[in-house]
């Protein structure tokens, strides 16, 4: 049923990267198709700006409703980038959870943990959207419950999605 899921996605994406032209249409369907595979509560779509710095471009619930980014696991986000690659957090039953990350995370597990508790998240990924050699955004999603199905075994999938999103933005 997963791969059944996962194969579904990738087409969906396909799809809406070919037929959508609207570049802000083209985002709301990315984050709705992600939040759905992940079961997050919230997603988002932070993108570089010609200054360098990144910026939220797009932030919405489960119901498809635009909403105002507030409260995200900036450390997160920023560790995402310097690595380049996925950091995600998924805390499990009446364990705390632990930062985890595509490459080694280094001494930042303390301060991300610390945020993503502060928060009062269950969930928080983060995936880098590559094109080519460089880093052109990141996806966002995050949860104050534990997600129903998704496993650290889909963040495989996931992170190579990131790269046909990231050719669809750019």
Known sequence: AKDYRNVMTLLDTIVAVNLITDRATLLQRIVDMMIELTDAERGMILLRRSSGEFSVEICQDAHMNAVEPRSYATSGVERALEIGDAVWYL?????????AAGNAIGGRTKQIE????????????????????????????????????????DLVFLRALSRQIGTAIE
Do not use: H, W
């Open 91 to 99: 805390g499990s039953g009446a364990e705390t959870g632990r930062v």
């Open 114 to 153: 610390d945020e993503i508790r502060s928060l009062g998240l269950r969930t928080m990924i983060c995936v880098t959207l590559p094109v080519k050699d460089q880093v052109i955004g990141v996806l966002y999603l995050d949860s104050t419950r534990l997600p129903a199905n998704f496993t650290e075994s």
